[in-house]
């Protein structure tokens, strides 16, 4: 992450780096305060989770702006601070927070779009009746991911982490008392969970070889070159170096919170919670946390690059994203649900993401993070309006013709789907999507992400114009009458809208600012670059594939308005096709019967052994012990008692003969008498004998 | 064997016949004779000691003799008085069958 | 010596008789017959006041009063049962054990017991002012008891009297 013909780089904690931990604090307070709230102080609990974010945000540009100010003098910023947590003898544990351009870029992005779907979720839960709760939880989450953000040691960061998943698993079953929704709560956490296993394993053993946490120590951390030589040199298993196996382990982690192939099965039923939830969590920074942690950790899985090439662990990185971005987006064409269809276009932009981290570097995938954050936001709120304003339907078939009734949803609504497509030059999408397939194309290992990505912006385009279409064009075929939602919602839609756009600016070849700002070198803004015959080529490639997609899109649905219960002219088409793609390619049925089956046998193995084995020997135990105390008391009874009691009688009885002395008759006291005197005689006779 | 050991010896076979019938016979009244002989020996074995002993003009011995008899008297008459009440309640004086103060 | 022997052998057949004759009033005169004997001794022992006493007070009073009460608690001649208590073998030997230890005693000191041979010569007139003077206090209280005594026996036999129906 050093340029080498970058700035220099500035490590002294500033004062904003020390408060950097009130960021994430301050909104877990929040919710705090608000869980001892009781149900009906809605007003007090909004005020308190949207001030508590707008106070983090403006906490967050103050860091972004000291960061910046950094950069523009000339230095490359990476301030830390941090702390001994725990210590073991000799070792320690330590947490701490860094500020970099990393995180300054991530908390800004994270504490802007929380804030403004924050304020989207007074007016979308305004009929609610645990309005509270929801508050709360939104603030915990906020400040959970927060923590991810700023995090400078791994275990501080899966602290955060564990956090995230668990407020994610709390909204995702907001309304718990639908079954479907408590389903795809535990589904979310345990799905996330198998990943986390392994992202464990990873930080145990990271912690093993370099004994330490910390990212950045002044030289001592373990991203720095000393501790990554030593895990390059450190063997691990199939001939790969300790280095790209942790990097693996980690990637597990990242790719189930991010939703990657073979973990992805939780995302679409996460849409089960309310539509900020989804907005924020699953757009915008839960799954994008993912995609952060392996551009943090991204020294360690770069560590080793062979000459031109690529790591090994970048490689998986780049195929498994390359992979779930085609895979997801086959799906998203056949759903009828409208946040179902967002959904999976999350985790295809996810897969995005990911080729873009292992083919480009850090800049590449953050940036069209960032693009993606605030477009993908846009879109689910927008479909939060729709479905507000249609009455809580979801199904695209039911809709139509809403571009009438909604006008201000529909015009947000269509930049952000634009942005996702990639449309050329105006729209952010375009710029970071088109930084993706660049570096795919320059990828020496092989040319197959390319093709498959490629392929994944046809079709991103394709089912989001059918989405458009049967939302917002043609007849409405739903019941009743639509109506635009209140100013409230519709005005953060119309400010992201206005980013979907703006964010583009800062990642154009010409000033590739946001790249620049990441690495630490300087960024002139060159308009030369436009006319290079590459970017020319590109741009070229990119638009064709855009326009094929969207008119293929337009083609098949356009301004025709299918009756809901009429198939799909896909459908039509090809059906066994069309069946698999609707039926999410069998991957959820899949693991029901492998993995989950052998569970339910395992665990009807254990529940044999603990009824039969191990509640057999308790049993045994018991039955044991029964018959000690049987013993026992027989013990008691005849020995101890029935001794005690003989000796009493034999007490008794001599008591009894003792008691003939006293035989009232006078002449035995005289007799008794007599020989007292006959024995006091001999004694005294006998003792003054000379 | 001197004259006073003599004497003493006589004195202790009374006491000693004394003491047997106290010991031996049924009839409370023969108790209480023997007890009369057992303080008159024990008389006899205070004069014996008086006339032999260092010094007879003290009266030690004699008036001690004296005093005893006196006092014998007196336990006598409150005694066989006793018997006599005891024979009263009981309509026998026979020792093996008073047992009033057993236990 | 002869005397002596003769008065001993009196006194101890009065004592024998007194405790082995079967008829109660038997044993009263035996008893009286030791009494006698004793008085005699006494006065050979030159304690010729203390063997008066004897006479007066044993023989006189004692022995009758004997005679009295056995008089008055006569239930039969002599009883069926024999006269001696059923245990009378430990009785005698008890006493024997006693007279062994005496006599033991008596013969083993015969060394250290005083001798002396003068007769005293006792006048009443030094009995008197002996009582008077030395004794007045033991006197006294004599009487006293003898007081006491007398009244202790009237109640007893007066109590009877009285419920005795």
């Given at each position: 992450?050093?340029?080498?013909?970058?700035?220099?780089?500035?490590?002294?904690?500033?004062?904003?780096?020390?408060?950097?931990?009130?960021?994430?604090?301050?909104?877990?307070?929040?919710?705090?305060?608000?869980?001892?709230?009781?149900?009906?102080?809605?007003?007090?609990?909004?005020?308190?989770?949207?001030?508590?974010?707008?106070?983090?945000?403006?906490?967050?540009?103050?860091?972004?702006?000291?960061?910046?100010?950094?950069?523009?003098?000339?230095?490359?910023?990476?301030?830390?601070?941090?702390?001994?947590?725990?210590?073991?003898?000799?070792?320690?544990?330590?947490?701490?927070?860094?500020?970099?351009?990393?995180?300054?870029?991530?908390?800004?992005?994270?504490?802007?779009?929380?804030?403004?779907?924050?304020?989207?979720?007074?007016?979308?839960?305004?009929?609610?009746?645990?309005?509270?709760?929801?508050?709360?939880?939104?603030?915990?989450?906020?400040?959970?991911?927060?923590?991810?953000?700023?995090?400078?040691?791994?275990?501080?960061?899966?602290?955060?982490?564990?956090?995230?998943?668990?407020?994610?698993?709390?909204?995702?079953?907001?309304?718990?008392?639908?079954?479907?929704?408590?389903?795809?709560?535990?589904?979310?956490?345990?799905?996330?969970?198998?990943?986390?296993?392994?992202?464990?394993?990873?930080?145990?053993?990271?912690?093993?070889?370099?004994?330490?946490?910390?990212?950045?120590?002044?030289?001592?951390?373990?991203?720095?070159?000393?501790?990554?030589?030593?895990?390059?040199?450190?063997?691990?298993?199939?001939?790969?170096?300790?280095?790209?196996?942790?990097?693996?382990?980690?990637?597990?982690?990242?790719?189930?919170?991010?939703?990657?192939?073979?973990?992805?099965?939780?995302?679409?039923?996460?849409?089960?919670?309310?539509?900020?939830?989804?907005?924020?969590?699953?757009?915008?920074?839960?799954?994008?946390?993912?995609?952060?942690?392996?551009?943090?950790?991204?020294?360690?899985?770069?560590?080793?690059?062979?000459?031109?090439?690529?790591?090994?662990?970048?490689?998986?990185?780049?195929?498994?994203?390359?992979?779930?971005?085609?895979?997801?987006?086959?799906?998203?064409?056949?759903?009828?649900?409208?946040?179902?269809?967002?959904?999976?276009?999350?985790?295809?932009?996810?897969?995005?993401?990911?080729?873009?981290?292992?083919?480009?570097?850090?800049?590449?995938?953050?940036?069209?993070?960032?693009?993606?954050?605030?477009?993908?936001?846009?879109?689910?709120?927008?479909?939060?309006?729709?479905?507000?304003?249609?009455?809580?339907?979801?199904?695209?078939?039911?809709?139509?013709?809403?571009?009438?009734?909604?006008?201000?949803?529909?015009?947000?609504?269509?930049?952000?789907?634009?942005?996702?497509?990639?449309?050329?030059?105006?729209?952010?999408?375009?710029?970071?999507?088109?930084?993706?397939?660049?570096?795919?194309?320059?990828?020496?290992?092989?040319?197959?992400?390319?093709?498959?990505?490629?392929?994944?912006?046809?079709?991103?385009?394709?089912?989001?114009?059918?989405?458009?279409?049967?939302?917002?064009?043609?007849?409405?075929?739903?019941?009743?009458?639509?109506?635009?939602?209140?100013?409230?919602?519709?005005?953060?839609?119309?400010?992201?809208?206005?980013?979907?756009?703006?964010?583009?600016?800062?990642?154009?070849?010409?000033?590739?600012?946001?790249?620049?700002?990441?690495?630490?070198?300087?960024?002139?803004?060159?308009?030369?670059?436009?006319?290079?015959?590459?970017?020319?080529?590109?741009?070229?490639?990119?638009?064709?594939?855009?326009?094929?997609?969207?008119?293929?899109?337009?083609?098949?649905?356009?301004?025709?308005?299918?009756?809901?219960?009429?198939?799909?002219?896909?459908?039509?088409?090809?059906?066994?096709?069309?069946?698999?793609?609707?039926?999410?390619?069998?991957?959820?049925?899949?693991?029901?019967?492998?993995?989950?089956?052998?569970?339910?046998?395992?665990?009807?193995?254990?529940?044999?052994?603990?009824?039969?084995?191990?509640?057999?020997?308790?049993?045994?135990?018991?039955?044991?012990?029964?018959?000690?105390?049987?013993?026992?008391?027989?013990?008691?009874?005849?020995?101890?008692?029935?001794?005690?009691?003989?000796?009493?009688?034999?007490?008794?009885?001599?008591?009894?003969?003792?008691?003939?002395?006293?035989?009232?008759?006078?002449?035995?006291?005289?007799?008794?008498?007599?020989?007292?005197?006959?024995?006091?005689?001999?004694?005294?006779?006998?003792?003054?004998?000379? | 064997?001197?004259?006073?050991?003599?004497?003493?010896?006589?004195?202790?076979?009374?006491?000693?016949?004394?003491?047997?019938?106290?010991?031996?016979?049924?009839?409370?009244?023969?108790?209480?004779?023997?007890?009369?002989?057992?303080?008159?020996?024990?008389?006899?074995?205070?004069?014996?000691?008086?006339?032999?002993?260092?010094?007879?003009?003290?009266?030690?011995?004699?008036?001690?003799?004296?005093?005893?008899?006196?006092?014998?008297?007196?336990?006598?008459?409150?005694?066989?008085?006793?018997?006599?009440?005891?024979?009263?309640?009981?309509?026998?004086?026979?020792?093996?069958?008073?047992?009033?103060?057993?236990? | 010596?002869?005397?002596?022997?003769?008065?001993?052998?009196?006194?101890?057949?009065?004592?024998?008789?007194?405790?082995?004759?079967?008829?109660?009033?038997?044993?009263?005169?035996?008893?009286?017959?030791?009494?006698?004997?004793?008085?005699?001794?006494?006065?050979?022992?030159?304690?010729?006041?203390?063997?008066?006493?004897?006479?007066?007070?044993?023989?006189?009073?004692?022995?009758?009063?004997?005679?009295?009460?056995?008089?008055?608690?006569?239930?039969?001649?002599?009883?069926?049962?024999?006269?001696?208590?059923?245990?009378?073998?430990?009785?005698?030997?008890?006493?024997?054990?006693?007279?062994?230890?005496?006599?033991?005693?008596?013969?083993?000191?015969?060394a250290a017991l005083p001798q002396e041979q003068t007769e005293p010569q006792i006048s009443v007139a030094q009995i008197g002012n002996a009582l008077?003077?030395?004794?007045?206090?033991?006197?006294?209280?004599?009487?006293?008891?003898?007081?006491?005594?007398?009244?202790?026996?009237?109640?007893?036999?007066?109590?009877?009297?009285?419920?005795?129906?």
């Amino acid at each position: 992450m050093q340029g080498t013909n970058g700035f220099a780089l500035q490590t002294a904690a500033s004062g904003i780096t020390q408060l950097l931990w009130l960021i994430p604090a301050i909104p877990m307070v929040a919710a705090g305060v608000i869980a001892l709230l009781k149900q009906p102080a809605r007003k007090l609990a909004a005020t308190l989770a949207i001030g508590s974010l707008a106070l983090s945000l403006l906490l967050a540009l103050v860091a972004f702006s000291h960061v910046l100010s950094g950069w523009t003098s000339g230095h490359n910023v990476r301030e830390t601070a941090n702390f001994t947590w725990l210590q073991f003898g000799t070792s320690t544990v330590d947490l701490g927070w860094v500020l970099d351009p990393l995180s300054a870029v991530m908390l800004v992005m994270v504490t802007f779009v929380g804030l403004l779907i924050v304020i989207y979720s007074t007016g979308y839960m305004a009929h609610d009746e645990n309005f509270t709760r929801f508050f709360c939880f939104l603030s915990l989450f906020a400040g959970a991911m927060l923590g991810v953000v700023i995090a400078n040691s791994l275990l501080l960061l899966f602290m955060c982490w564990e956090l995230v998943g668990l407020t994610s698993y709390l909204l995702i079953g907001f309304w718990y008392q639908k079954p479907s929704a408590a389903a795809a709560a535990k589904k979310a956490f345990l799905t996330t969970r198998v990943g986390d296993i392994f992202f464990l394993l990873g930080i145990v053993w990271l912690f093993a070889q370099t004994g330490t946490l910390l990212f950045y120590n002044s030289g001592a951390g373990s991203m720095e070159p000393a501790a990554l030589n030593g895990l390059l040199a450190a063997p691990a298993a199939l001939g790969l170096s300790a280095a790209t196996v942790i990097g693996l382990l980690i990637f597990a982690g990242a790719a189930g919170k991010s939703g990657q192939l073979p973990l992805h099965v939780w995302l679409p039923d996460a849409m089960e919670g309310p539509t900020p939830v989804s907005a924020l969590i699953h757009a915008a920074t839960m799954v994008a946390a993912g995609v952060y942690l392996i551009a943090r950790v991204y020294p360690l899985m770069q560590a080793g690059t062979p000459a031109g090439g690529i790591t090994t662990a970048l490689t998986v990185v780049t195929w498994v994203g390359a992979a779930t971005a085609v895979f997801a987006a086959l799906i998203a064409v056949a759903q009828d649900d409208i946040k179902r269809i967002l959904a999976y276009s999350t985790v295809s932009q996810l897969g995005y993401m990911m080729a873009g981290l292992g083919l480009g570097g850090v800049a590449v995938g953050m940036f069209h993070l960032i693009t993606h954050a605030f477009f993908k936001a846009l879109l689910f709120m927008g479909a939060g309006s729709v479905i507000h304003g249609v009455h809580e339907e979801q199904d695209v078939r039911k809709m139509g013709g809403l571009r009438k009734a909604m006008p201000l949803t529909f015009a947000t609504y269509a930049i952000g789907m634009l942005a996702l497509s990639g449309f050329p030059i105006v729209f952010s999408g375009f710029w970071s999507k088109d930084g993706i397939l660049a570096a795919a194309k320059d990828a020496h290992f092989s040319r197959g992400p390319f093709y498959l990505l490629v392929f994944g912006a046809v079709l991103t385009a394709f089912y989001m114009t059918r989405q458009v279409s049967y939302v917002f064009f043609g007849k409405w075929r739903g019941h009743g009458h639509a109506h635009e939602s209140p100013a409230v919602m519709t005005a953060p839609l119309a400010i992201l809208a206005f980013f979907a756009i703006a964010l583009g600016v800062i990642g154009t070849p010409a000033w590739p600012w946001f790249r620049s700002f990441l690495e630490g070198h300087a960024a002139a803004i060159e308009f030369g670059k436009f006319g290079e015959s590459e970017f020319l080529v590109l741009l070229l490639t990119s638009t064709l594939i855009v326009l094929v997609g969207l008119g293929f899109g337009w083609l098949l649905y356009g301004s025709k308005s299918p009756a809901p219960e009429e198939r799909d002219v896909l459908e039509k088409a090809v059906p066994p096709v069309w069946a698999a793609l609707r039926n999410r390619l069998y991957v959820d049925e899949f693991y029901g019967v492998t993995f989950i089956a052998f569970y339910k046998w395992w665990a009807e193995v254990a529940d044999w052994l603990d009824r039969r084995v191990w509640g057999g020997i308790v049993a045994l135990v018991i039955w044991v012990f029964g018959r000690l105390a049987h013993f026992d008391r027989f013990f008691d009874n005849e020995w101890v008692n029935g001794g005690f009691d003989k000796g009493c009688e034999e007490l008794y009885s001599g008591g009894g003969l003792l008691a003939r002395v006293q035989s009232g008759r006078t002449q035995t006291y005289l007799r008794l008498l007599a020989v007292a005197v006959v024995v006091l005689a001999v004694i005294l006779i006998w003792s003054s004998r000379p | 064997m001197s004259p006073l050991s003599c004497y003493l010896l006589v004195a202790a076979l009374v006491f000693a016949i004394g003491l047997a019938g106290a010991l031996t016979r049924r009839n409370a009244i023969l108790v209480l004779i023997g007890i009369e002989l057992m303080l008159n020996a024990a008389n006899l074995n205070l004069i014996a000691f008086w006339r032999y002993g260092p010094n007879p003009a003290a009266l030690t011995g004699l008036m001690f003799a004296v005093f005893s008899i006196a006092v014998a008297a007196a336990e006598a008459a409150v005694g066989l008085g006793l018997v006599i009440s005891i024979y009263r309640h009981l309509r026998t004086t026979d020792l093996d069958e008073i047992s009033r103060m057993k236990g | 010596m002869v005397i002596f022997a003769i008065l001993a052998a009196l006194t101890v057949a009065g004592g024998l008789a007194a405790v082995m004759l079967r008829n109660t009033v038997h044993c009263a005169l035996a008893v009286a017959v030791a009494f006698a004997g004793l008085a005699l001794l006494f006065l050979r022992l030159n304690a010729q006041f203390a063997g008066f006493a004897q006479i007066l007070v044993y023989v006189g009073a004692v022995a009758i009063l004997v005679v009295f009460a056995i008089l008055l608690t006569r239930n039969s001649e002599t009883p069926a049962t024999g006269v001696f208590s059923k245990t009378w073998l430990a009785g005698l030997v008890i006493a024997a054990a006693v007279f062994a230890v005496l006599a033991w005693a008596v013969i083993k000191s015969q060394a250290a017991l005083p001798q002396e041979q003068t007769e005293p010569q006792i006048s009443v007139a030094q009995i008197g002012n002996a009582l008077m003077g030395r004794y007045v206090l033991p006197l006294e209280i004599v009487a006293v008891l003898l007081t006491a005594a007398m009244i202790g026996a009237v109640i007893v036999a007066m109590h009877e009297k009285g419920s005795a129906k």
